[in-house]
């Protein structure tokens, strides 16, 4: 490295760069231009991954004899082909609800419980836990989800059947429980750790001075988390929400080994059946001829379309807090 | 003064208030365990979990109910809370460990070194026998070219993001990757299918899938060396760029040295996480019995695509071989994970705080 | 209702480490009483042990007796969270919470005690409010995030805020050290009010401002770096800004060291 910084005049143009030797420019200049490049590629790529699945599924719906929106059938090997995606909007729909419904009380309370319940110690390993846990492949999941949540369940969904059977939603007529629900759970303990993980980083920012506000007016542990706590980390969890619902709907390999499919949707979220968009897919697809997997990118653009209007609403909210944040601080 | 602020005196004078002992709450779980149990077995619930269920509804009940008699409706309520959160971690602790256990337990029946160098090749899939050979190259070749493309696009994003972004090209790079990060596999592996096997009509093969992993792992990439290189302080490269070096050559020998620790870090995390999908290689790579070891022609498998396989199969020599193929890739991405976070610790950036 | 505080033999520990040791003082209610004395030396968690916010700390642990006219502040049953409620705290920086308006600030304390009507309510946010000089200020802008108003407006507003659950004891942390010195010069006129209904403690960097505002002065050091704060001596503010018992005393207060 040289440091000629002989007094020339360009060195006025650009205070910090007083260094003016052409290979420098040059070398700044490619530089500069792949690093560029990357990130134009990268939005190359965001435009062709809309622009390819648009086409296909153009040509996909412009066969379905169906209506691709309501109709109940997913039939692609007869010509004319009739499909539609009401039954897998609706199960992706039910079952992530099921697992928002489940995994965000549970993963708030275990992140207050690391951020200001548990000792020290605990906190910090059950972090690290819930941390790894995020990395346990969606397979892994499944297989587990399939070979033992399933079993398991039955004798709850009997009680349910038992007690709440009349509501309609909440009968089961036996049989492996390999339904709606049970992908709700399994897709709840599978979004938890990040949903976890997102909440108790933003409950860990919450300002100490706030906190010991809060305890100076005499306000208990709940009472400080009900204070200070919550109000300022309602929009992290809000997010973190969002960003597993986002997981949720997308989940594929999980949920295709645990939901035994048909093309109804059933009155009981216990009864197996129903279907979901990622998991339609990844189960037709090795039977699918040249126009079947055609209908299957047309399903899987309306799941690409659902999950990037969720992340982009959590997105947003994370954005904005930044500049509530800033603002306030 | 009014009857408000008496009311708050008078409850201020006297800071004597009636309290629960402090082996009160572990009493309380010795208790409720008891009646859980007893509960359970008088209900018939042969299931351990369904008896700890409800112990922890009693134990929540009972505490709220004693804190409420004994030290009023605030301290009861900071009881509830308190008895919440700690059911809540219980409750998601059970599942998690159990998964845990389930994969080790299970997975250790067949998981041997024949099971590591052996295919699927000619083996009868309801008997015992074969491994996963096929499977952990596959899986490592797909991984390593996802990471030999996502990589150098990913750090060079993030450096523009960085070092040079500013105005609507790097608002709008910022923007898609967040985008990216939300992109189901399922999809990129359908974009890969539409774009390369549907119109420029390639076969199957592991660098399809590789490509759509590299698209999973790019906004990985990006997010966590952006971070890093964030905390690299600017002080470091105005002593470089005062000292007359040229801009590009202070983020090649300044600010990447610096940062070189956290995004290791990062690019691990990222092909641990994509080393666990399957869905775009049921797309893209089709899935092969036997060894393929050129990633560039014909089918090939993966581990997770092979524990779907061997579930798909349905018999116990199969499921047998699905476990130990899933301890397998457990065992490969923590030993990732815990690598890549002790890099981490080890070279913290100094980010001068 | 002022009350006096009557400390004997306290000592605090970080941990293992010792903070403060063995001070001994009485706080005479109606009055200020500041404690001064260089970085370090524990005054701030001398303080923090008067509303047992000390053991919020990690690790943070209290020994010795601190009687609230008769009853001991670690007495055994006694609730840290009604002792804070007696005593009331001002901090180094404004806190008011962030996504709560100016109201809901200084009503925050009240709110946690049961429930109140909103005329009620509306009725002590107003006295506090005037109380802390505040009222003339925010009084159009009630429903305005308490985090829009300028620092001293905001240390202000955590004052109402204190004030408004009529604590016995008033503690405050070097509540003007992120204030510019006309905000200061406010908040030193409005502890002169306050000492006329509160006991009011302030911890302060700034001499001047001790002598300015309080009736007693505690002088507070440290042998060394790692060795515990002690209480030097107290007395009458002019007795120790003119001539005071111990030498250390005048040595700081003459600038020659700390």
Same mark, same amino acid.
């Given at each position: ?329 | ?353 | ?25 009485? %706080?005479? =209610?109606? @009055? &200020?009483?500041?404690?001064? !004395? ?7 968690? +001398? ?30 049953? %006694?609730? =840290?969270? @009604? &002792?804070?409620?007696?005593? !009331? ?7 008011? +919470? ?161």
């Amino acid at each position: 490295m040289k440091t000629d910084i002989a007094p020339t005049s360009s060195a006025a143009g650009s205070p910090p760069k007083v260094r003016t030797r052409s290979t420098g420019r040059a070398g700044d200049k490619i530089f500069l231009g792949l690093s560029r490049g990357s990130g134009i590629a990268l939005l190359v790529i965001m435009a062709a991954i809309a622009a390819f699945l648009t086409y296909r599924a153009a040509i996909a719906i412009s066969k379905d004899e169906a209506n691709f929106l309501t109709a109940f059938e997913w039939n692609t090997s007869s010509s004319p082909m009739r499909f539609g995606i009401a039954v897998l909007a609706y199960g992706t729909v039910v079952s992530s609800i099921i697992a928002m419904l489940i995994a965000v009380p549970i993963a708030v309370g275990i992140a207050l419980f690391i951020s200001h319940y548990a000792p020290r110690r605990l906190a910090t390993t059950v972090a690290y836990v819930i941390d790894l846990l995020a990395a346990v492949p969606s397979i892994v999941y499944g297989l587990w989800g399939a070979l033992f949540l399933v079993p398991h369940l039955t004798g709850l969904y009997t009680w349910f059947d038992d007690y709440l059977g009349w509501t309609g939603i909440l009968s089961y007529q036996g049989g492996a429980a390999r339904s709606l629900f049970t992908v709700g759970i399994l897709l709840a303990i599978m979004i938890l750790p990040i949903v976890t993980s997102v909440s108790r980083e933003v409950f860990r920012q919450v300002p100490k001075m706030h906190e010991e506000a809060a305890l100076a007016l005499g306000a208990t542990r709940w009472e400080v988390i009900r204070m200070a706590v919550l109000p300022f980390g309602r929009s992290g969890i809000i997010s973190a929400s969002m960003l597993g619902l986002g997981r949720a709907l997308g989940e594929t390999m999980a949920v295709a080994t645990v939901l035994s499919p048909n093309f109804l949707i059933e009155t009981s979220l216990l009864d197996p059946g129903g279907g979901t968009f990622a998991q339609n897919i990844a189960s037709r697809f090795k039977e699918a001829g040249n126009d079947g997997r055609d209908a299957l990118i047309a399903s899987g653009l309306v799941l690409f379309v659902i999950t990037l209007l969720v992340n982009g609403a959590a997105r947003m909210i994370i954005a904005r807090r930044k500049e509530y944040s800033g603002t306030a601080a | 003064m009014s009857t408000v602020v008496d009311k708050n005196a008078r409850h201020g004078s006297s800071l004597q208030q009636a309290r629960l002992p402090g082996w009160a709450p572990y009493a309380l779980v010795v208790v409720s365990l008891a009646l859980g149990a007893g509960i359970g077995t008088a209900l018939g619930m042969g299931n351990p979990f369904q008896m700890g269920l409800l112990a922890a509804l009693v134990f929540i009940v009972a505490s709220y109910a004693l804190g409420a008699v004994v030290e009023g409706g605030r301290q009861a309520k900071n009881r509830l809370a308190t008895s919440l959160v700690w059911v809540c971690f219980l409750l998601a602790v059970v599942p998690l460990l159990s998964l845990i256990w389930e994969t080790i337990d299970r997975g250790r029946t067949v998981l041997d070194g024949y099971f590591l160098a052996h295919s699927m090749e000619g083996v009868q899939t309801i008997l015992p026998g074969g491994g996963a050979y096929h499977a952990i190259i596959g899986t490592l070749e797909q991984v390593g070219l996802a990471a030999l493309i996502a990589v150098p696009i990913g750090l060079l994003t993030a450096i523009y993001l960085v070092e040079y972004g500013r105005g609507r090209l790097a608002k709008a790079v910022t923007f898609f990757v967040d985008v990216m990060t939300g992109i189901p596999s399922i999809v990129a592996g359908l974009f890969i299918l539409s774009f390369w096997i549907i119109i420029l009509g390639f076969s199957y093969s592991g660098f399809a899938g590789a490509m759509a992993l590299a698209i999973l792992m790019m906004p990985i990439v990006v997010r966590s060396t952006e971070e890093m290189l964030k905390l690299v302080p600017d002080e470091l490269r105005e002593a470089s760029l005062a000292l007359g070096v040229p801009k590009w050559r202070t983020i090649l020998k300044v600010v990447l040295p610096t940062a070189i620790g956290g995004i290791t870090t990062g690019v691990m995390l990222a092909v641990a996480r994509i080393a666990g999908e399957s869905a775009p290689i049921v797309l893209l790579v089709f899935g092969a019995t036997g060894i393929n070891n050129n990633p560039f022609e014909g089918a090939q498998s993966s581990l997770p695509y092979y524990i779907y396989e061997q579930w798909q199969l349905g018999n116990e020599a199969s499921f047998n071989r699905a476990w130990a193929a899933a301890l397998v890739l457990i065992a490969f991405v923590m030993i990732l994970n815990l690598v890549a976070r002790g890099i981490a610790r080890w070279k913290a950036p100094k980010s001068g705080r | 209702m002022a009350k006096r505080i009557d400390i004997s033999g306290l000592t605090a520990y970080y941990g293992t480490h010792k903070a403060i040791e063995d001070i001994s003082m009485t %706080v005479e =209610p109606r @009055s &200020v009483t500041a404690f001064i !004395g260089p970085s370090g030396c524990g005054k701030s968690t +001398f303080l923090r042990t008067l509303n047992r916010m000390h053991e919020v700390t990690v690790g943070g642990r209290v020994e010795g007796k601190v009687m609230l006219d008769d009853e001991n502040l670690y007495g055994s049953g %006694v609730d =840290p969270v @009604s &002792v804070r409620r007696t005593v !009331g705290m001002v901090f180094q920086r404004p806190n008011p +919470f962030p996504t709560m308006s100016i109201f809901e600030n200084v009503a925050a304390g009240l709110k946690l005690n049961g429930s109140y009507k909103k005329s009620e309510l509306g009725h002590v946010v107003e006295k506090s409010l005037k109380g802390a000089n505040l009222w003339n200020e925010v009084k159009d802008r009630l429903n305005k995030p308490g985090a829009g108003l300028s620092g001293g407006q905001q240390q202000r507003l955590c004052i109402a805020r204190a004030i408004a659950v009529e604590p016995d004891v008033l503690l405050m942390d070097e509540p003007c050290s992120a204030l510019d010195p006309i905000s200061t010069l406010a908040i030193e006129d409005l502890i002169g009010e306050l000492k006329e209904r509160f006991t009011i403690v302030i911890v302060t960097h700034n001499m001047q401002q001790a002598a300015r505002v309080s009736d007693r002065t505690a002088f507070f050091n440290l042998a060394g770096v790692g060795q515990p704060g002690k209480l030097i001596e107290i007395d009458e503010t002019e007795r120790i800004f003119s001539n005071p018992s111990v030498q250390a005393t005048e040595d700081y207060i003459s600038g020659r060291f700390g």
